[in-house]
């Protein structure tokens, strides 16, 4: 009889409806949380310091976007599951992840395609070269 007491209370227990009040008060929250071991592990990496070594292509003296910058946001972006250019701007302009990878501005999806049409055969192989350092260093 104690058994079927207790199975009772818990049954009880189990449909009984919690209140259970959220709010959003917290500084520094993001949805994208997950990207912030991806960010830490960049620099540990030193992954800038690797692409800017590696990447020859020359931007004009009046460009406002880093090149360095847009291939970490890109990769970051696919990362987090970027199936489209204009998702780089989404996830990249997250507050948290924008002070996280010392990015003060995030330049809009066609800019992002522009500076991506800069790469040409030999910038891709220096990509290559920059993923090999990184493999180094990992493996």
Not at 33 to 49: C, D, Q, R
Not at 81 to 89: D, F, N, S
Request: include cysteine; aromatic fraction near 6%; glycine fraction near 6%.
């Amino acid at each position: 009889m104690k058994s079927s007491k207790k199975k009772k209370l818990k049954k009880q227990k189990e449909d009984t409806p919690i209140n259970v009040k959220i709010e959003m008060t917290g500084k520094n929250m993001t949805v994208n949380s997950g990207l912030i071991p991806v960010l830490n592990f960049m620099k540990k990496l030193k992954f800038t310091g690797v692409l800017r070594n590696n990447i020859s292509i020359e931007q004009g003296s009046n460009s406002t976007y880093d090149i360095v910058d847009i291939i970490q946001m890109v990769i970051v972006s696919i990362i987090a599951g970027a199936t489209a250019m204009t998702h780089i701007g989404v996830i990249c302009n997250d507050e948290v992840i924008r002070k996280i990878a010392y990015w003060e501005i995030i330049p809009v999806d066609t800019t992002v395609g522009r500076i991506m049409r800069l790469f040409s055969f030999r910038g891709i192989v220096e990509l290559t070269s920059s993923n090999h350092d990184f493999r180094s260093k990992v493996w």
